[in-house]
């Protein structure tokens, strides 16, 4: 197991963090001013496009894509460091077109995707000329066991219909959204892991609807946000099927490793920020006359942030590095032990720092309040904390059978 | 130590509760949408005025305010499970007049006010006319240590002229708040705890200035809301001093046991809520082949809500039955303890619920989000979570020195 | 609710702290260095045999018994506190003849006890002549399912005949014990719940046989110890049975809910004397240029200490008001409720004093190791936690179904 | 960072484990009955040697030793996986002849140690012959504060005179002990880190006396135990100083790195075979109709445990990389980070197991307790939690000072 990075990464990295902070972290706010003056808040602010423009011209660019004709060609575990950085902020991901949902739906075409699909959708996403959506998740049954899925995907000709009510469709709500790759039960009949679809659906077609737009802890993630989509007797030519029916499970597995641990390494970037902001603080502070730095029960708190941190990180490395060499399949164990841990973690080191900033910490003067909602939806995203561990569960039961022999390290 | 309701009590548990049933759960999507509705969401909507009128009419009204002359009457451990009734809901304890800020500043004003102080903000108070805020934290210091709140108020001839910027004053938003109660230094030189006064200020007095309103990880709480207030040479008459020069401390500590205890049971009843509504969910609900509440981690989640909710209720009791008995002094230590441990109680029963309701429950499409993030606030309004443990500290060690006897059963 | 403790309770309290400090803590360990002294640690340290005399002479005996024909006569509420201050010390509940498992036994037989089994068995135990143990868990069934347990007791003419293997049989190891309530099954075609009963079996019959004593954690707990019993052919008159056969469930609910009362009461009692040490302990050491009591982390911990022990000791009063006012069965949720809280609490409290101690909490020269050690195993006696949160689950559940009313406030 | 395992390394590993398996686990129970079949638990079982005869023929012996020409000459990344096979089972350890505290006095002899002290006395220790202790802990001062310990060392003509009263002087209980490495105070006039040294006392001296053994929760840890000792007028000669006077500090700083990193590598084997041991165990029991590994509780502490048991193996794994890289000092945030969340990760881990054990599992029918009980002592040994916490949150301040430059990725 070898983490060392390659020069090539830590040239990134540095750029990267320069990025950061010539640009990011002080727009930060412009961002959310611009949201505000506009006339709403579904519109795209100026200063997004403009330094998507900066960082693309900079070769900061779709850094997530392993597949080197499209994207930069990086393993799991050279993009683990660099995803880290951007997740340090909640609007940079998109900036380096590198946000969720659409590296996943990248992926998915790059892999899955006819050549027509990917002239089509493919490019101008990878371009960020377009955005997109992924439309799964539904309201009246628990996503948790993807087989309740219910939309309906039914063939008719050369089209498809598709009926179904989604919700927390992420990114709808951008006016550069242009398609949906909806999940839907195309073959009621076969084996219960082959009766689902992927469906690139653009959203102007007809019988798409945008229900309402949903908040998080209040946030409204504007002008990206949470659709509720009605899908109602929408027709999409039958080449929009994704590889081909009945494989929509086999695209979610691989479209969802990579995605989770996107979603880990940023959360452990923005764990780290929290805890770089923490430890600045309490040095500015006093109370009772003393510095907050000074007091036992923060010390004890940035102490357990660091060991916390450190090790979520450490075995997302080791995830990263089983995906690239082992594969996605050998790695599940792995996927979905980080994908429980790095959320739970960094709400724990957010709910401290916010704890440590007080009132502050719960407005958005700081990043901290943002940060810590997201994070919390990830508890629940891909697959609730749940059904992971229980799946970790299994595969542990099964290394332990008492017929077995004695556990082996593992290397 | 005796925590029977009496029939008067009982009696209005009932009445409450079928107030909350018929008019309040309701009514909580429609004063949303009319708040979104309105022009701007800091106008009243029409649902709240409506409702506090029949709250009014059926006598459940200022039952907060154990002065019997200018409200209910009842002691500490009456109010009690009523307050945790209203608490499940965020809009009701306006309708009934009994919420936070107001109920404290009445409570100010009903002990330390003058006659012409009453006449002029009370009664309008009581009657549900018009809203009040309290301006102590300051954004520059740490309001955990209330010594370093800087604000100044300087008497000048039959004036005092107040300046300092404060923050989380909240109701500020309101536009029927008509006025702060402003803490502020006007004896700098005087002993540490008879440095500072109380004073009324008008909210559209000449340098007043509402800089912002604060969000509360991603909430606004309109139209209610929390201020940032620029008070910029503000002159107001000497009379509108509470009590008198030097007295801020005082009128504080007079102030804060009934409002803690009061947050204390309303989180309570948020917590309430919150289990009821598991506990519904996934009965509802199947994942795997099986309802969720046959999931023995979920049951885990619920059996330790149970635990949790009931401790910290009769804790609560205990802490209104220490104030009723041997007043707020000698109950210090109870109340400490229930001010740190009801809404770290709540956020774990809310944050269960949440993850058990899955997506929808970082929504509004529950009030657990929105709970969480107000209970959140809590762990730090009126003193951090730590202050309060260092003060249970320093007593229980007081109690516990080696030259004293042996521990004594308390009563 | 009412816990206001009566004249009489609080001259108990009174007499009962008085005995513990003139008798109780100073002998501590000189019960200690009597068991090393003897030829074996399993003979009786004749200090405990004179302390009995003193505590019987100062009427300081047989408290727990409600039934006042041949005991205290007070109600659980009385006895809580008096039970938690002998709770305080590891050695002390049997010198008041108040110690498990010989109170539950001694309940069975008041309650379900024959004339004839009233005057052998139940008198001796009364005055503290003899001994007796409980076996009903065995090693090969997982015991937290009752329905699991096999041991056999069959009727052969005028004898019944007993077979099965037991073991944490605790007090068996005690030479005065004279002899065992034995569950097993009886009729094993009877429904689930009346297939087993409990019989008397003198501990020299023939066939019974102690295997070996079973240590906790180290400790062996002589000269109480824990045994395996191996019980093999061993007839006893058929007399024996207690109230009839069929009847061991019923005789066993009957046991648990005050046994399980009794546990917590002195398990809370270990944890103040664990909090007040540790209070003490930390005002005499200094580290680091300063009072150990002045390290915010430790502060803390006592904090939270004290606001455990409060919550839980609330419970345990709750729960004993209502299995006197309401009975044990309607209070089924809130013993299961104190069952898990109360040890899982008193661990962590004592846990922490051991913290604060160093090496020397982690050693026999404070009480804090054992009690701990002995707390652990209730996590699992008498049902594991998991088991009975389930049933506070499946309880909470039903009260909160979709078709019910909305929850009501409990008194 | 690369962890990969050389073959060296791997080799050595399978040959450990086949050890273990073959000569370790079947004898745990061997020698605990040889252990109890002696005139007294304080002399030697034969199966120790036994035992520790073929481990050294096999050339498993000495792995933990860096020095190449006394030892394996492994780094500490080599060691790792390699101690944490050996950390599975409590007697292991020493029959590899890698046990705590003789390994900490090898590396002190082999590092500091003058040419006469290796002959006499390291050569013993390598060859396994004789054994040794380190004593430094005293009863009465808080030696968390190495400043505090105050037994004296005075020169006097050719010898040194040594005066004190030490405790947890682990490995004295041990026939085969013949000497201790003595932390005193000799030059209390010096700078506040020059003030202590080092020196060799050889237990038969004149003044030597082991009052008692201390227990940990109730095990004595026999033959090896934790002993008190008296050092009253003790004469030694002067070349028995190790290094020179006032050393003792930098000796100390020398031997914790390794000796504390060792404790870890051993504390995850613990929970590793704990947690093998559960999954097992609960796919052989059945409760209410259902294997115990169905049960989502279970389920849940399995997940739990693997996850947590991976990232301390993580983290310990960089910081002994970073030990070899860049050398202890450099280290010394990585060191103290394992130092706390090994021990605490691994108690969670066996408690969990504990309880799926049920009540065997607080016996000494597994391992489980008495890892449990071990392992709870390393929160204190070489320093407790919280002065690690705060050494690792001090280090954190600085690298976040707020006029340092943004925290920058760590490789």
Same mark, same amino acid.
């Given at each position: 197991?070898?983490?060392?990075?390659?020069?090539?990464?830590?040239?990134?990295?540095?750029?990267?963090?320069?990025?950061?902070?010539?640009?990011?972290?002080?727009?930060?706010?412009?961002?959310?001013?611009?949201?505000?003056?506009?006339?709403?808040?579904?519109?795209?602010?100026?200063?997004?496009?403009?330094?998507?423009?900066?960082a693309k011209k900079e070769g900061l660019w779709n850094l997530f894509l392993p597949d080197s004709e499209y994207g930069a060609g990086l393993t799991n575990l050279e993009y683990a460091p660099l995803c880290e950085i951007m997740g340090r902020s909640m609007i940079a991901p998109e900036i380096f077109n590198c946000n969720a949902p659409?590296?996943? &739906?990248?992926?998915?075409?790059?892999?899955?995707?006819?050549?027509?699909?990917?002239?089509?959708?493919?490019?101008?996403?990878?371009?960020?000329?377009?955005?997109?959506?992924?439309?799964?998740?539904?309201?009246?049954?628990?996503?948790?066991?993807?087989? &309740?899925?219910?939309?309906s995907i039914v063939r008719d000709g050369d089209e498809y219909v598709i009926n179904g009510l989604k919700w927390w469709s992420s990114g709808a709500g951008d006016p550069r959204c242009k398609f949906a790759i909806v999940m839907g039960k195309s073959n009621p009949d076969a084996p219960k892991h082959e009766q689902q679809s992927m469906?690139?659906?653009?959203?102007?077609?007809?019988?798409?609807?945008?229900?309402?737009?949903?908040?998080?802890?209040?946030?409204?993630?504007?002008?990206?946000?949470?659709?509720?989509?009605?899908?109602?007797?929408?027709?999409?030519?039958?080449? &929009?099927?994704?590889?081909?029916? +009945?494989? +929509?499970?086999?695209?979610?597995?691989? *479209?969802?490793?990579? +995605? *989770?641990?996107?979603?880990?390494?940023?959360?452990?970037?923005?764990?780290?920020?929290?805890?770089?902001?923490?430890?600045?603080?309490?040095?500015?502070?006093?109370?009772?006359?003393?510095?907050?730095?000074?007091? +036992?029960?923060?010390?004890?708190?940035?102490?357990?942030?660091?060991?916390?941190?450190?090790?979520?990180?450490?075995?997302?490395?080791?995830?990263?590095?089983?995906?690239?060499?082992?594969?996605?399949?050998?790695?599940?164990?792995?996927?979905?032990?980080?994908?429980?841990?790095?959320?739970?973690?960094?709400?724990?080191?957010?709910?401290?720092?916010?704890?440590?900033?007080?009132?502050?910490?719960?407005? &958005?003067?700081?990043?901290?309040?943002?940060?810590?909602?997201?994070?919390?939806?990830? *508890?629940?995203?891909?697959?609730?904390?749940?059904?992971?561990?229980?799946?970790?569960?299994?595969?542990?039961?099964?290394?332990?059978?008492?017929?077995?022999? *004695?556990?082996?390290?593992?290397?």
């Open positions: 197991m070898d983490f060392s990075f390659s020069e090539k990464v830590i040239n990134l990295q540095k750029r990267l963090t320069a990025f950061m902070e010539e640009y990011i972290y002080p727009n930060e706010k412009t961002f959310e001013e611009q949201l505000n003056d506009q006339e709403t808040r579904w519109s795209i602010p100026p200063i997004l496009e403009e330094l998507k423009q900066k659409d590296t996943g &739906n990248m992926e998915v075409l790059v892999r899955y995707g006819s050549e027509q699909q990917k002239e089509k959708w493919l490019k101008p996403l990878l371009n960020g000329d377009i955005r997109s959506c992924f439309s799964m998740t539904e309201p009246d049954v628990a996503s948790s066991d993807a087989t &309740n899925i219910s939309a469906i690139i659906v653009p959203l102007d077609t007809k019988g798409v609807e945008i229900k309402r737009m949903l908040p998080v802890f209040g946030y409204d993630h504007a002008p990206h946000g949470h659709a509720e989509i009605l899908f109602h007797d929408v027709r999409v030519p039958a080449e &929009n099927i994704i590889w081909e029916e +009945g494989k +929509g499970f086999a695209i979610a597995q691989g *479209r969802l490793g990579p +995605g *989770r641990i996107h979603h880990c390494m940023r959360i452990i970037g923005a764990a780290e920020r929290a805890l770089d902001e923490m430890c600045k603080r309490v040095q500015e502070r006093e109370a009772f006359g003393e510095s907050l730095s000074k007091k +036992g029960v923060i010390q004890d708190w940035i102490a357990q942030s660091r060991i916390e941190i450190e090790q979520a990180r450490l075995l997302t490395l080791k995830a990263a590095y089983m995906m690239d060499t082992v594969g996605n399949k050998a790695a599940k164990k792995e996927i979905a032990m980080i994908k429980v841990i790095a959320p739970n973690m960094a709400l724990k080191v957010i709910d401290r720092a916010i704890q440590a900033f007080g009132a502050k910490g719960v407005s &958005n003067d700081t990043t901290l309040a943002a940060h810590w909602a997201n994070i919390r939806t990830l *508890r629940l995203a891909d697959g609730p904390d749940e059904v992971h561990k229980q799946q970790i569960a299994k595969l542990e039961l099964r290394e332990h059978s008492p017929e077995r022999e *004695r556990f082996q390290w593992q290397q």
